[in-house]
């Protein structure tokens, strides 16, 4: 088994900026691609960012490329997001994400392992 928790998240001016973390433990040799997802209050979560193994090819929903950047240690088993240029819109629960085999998605579903979530709140 594999465990996630995410740290990082908080309370944030638009245009600000935040640093979320994944520290992932357990069975980590056997671990591909690392992504993001968000959900906000009344809607479904969506795909946010993912990077491959290598942490060299990275994927980004259109509403985030440009402000967000993925990366990866996987020396210390860590995945991290940085957020730049935040906007009230990016409020939402924000989940790490770890799955077994293929490369980077934005399928739900295709990942394997989820952490609890930590809270991003952007104000106006």
């Known amino acids: 088994q594999v465990q996630l928790v995410e740290s990082g998240g908080g309370l944030v001016q638009a245009g600000g900026s935040l640093r979320l973390s994944c520290a992932a433990s357990g069975r980590t040799f056997n671990l591909n691609a690392l992504g993001w997802f968000r959900q906000a209050p009344g809607k479904e979560r969506e795909f946010v960012a993912a990077i491959s193994r290598s942490g060299i090819i990275t994927y980004y929903s259109d509403s985030v490329r440009g402000r967000f950047t993925v990366s990866r240690d996987n020396a210390k088993n860590t995945v991290s997001l940085q957020m730049n240029s935040l906007k009230p819109e990016d409020t939402a629960v924000y989940y790490c994400?770890?799955?077994?085999?293929?490369?980077?998605?934005?399928?739900?579903?295709?990942?394997?392992?989820w952490g609890q979530g930590t809270q991003v709140t952007v104000s106006s």
């Open positions: 994400a770890a799955r077994r085999g293929g490369y980077g998605s934005d399928v739900e579903n295709e990942y394997d392992y």
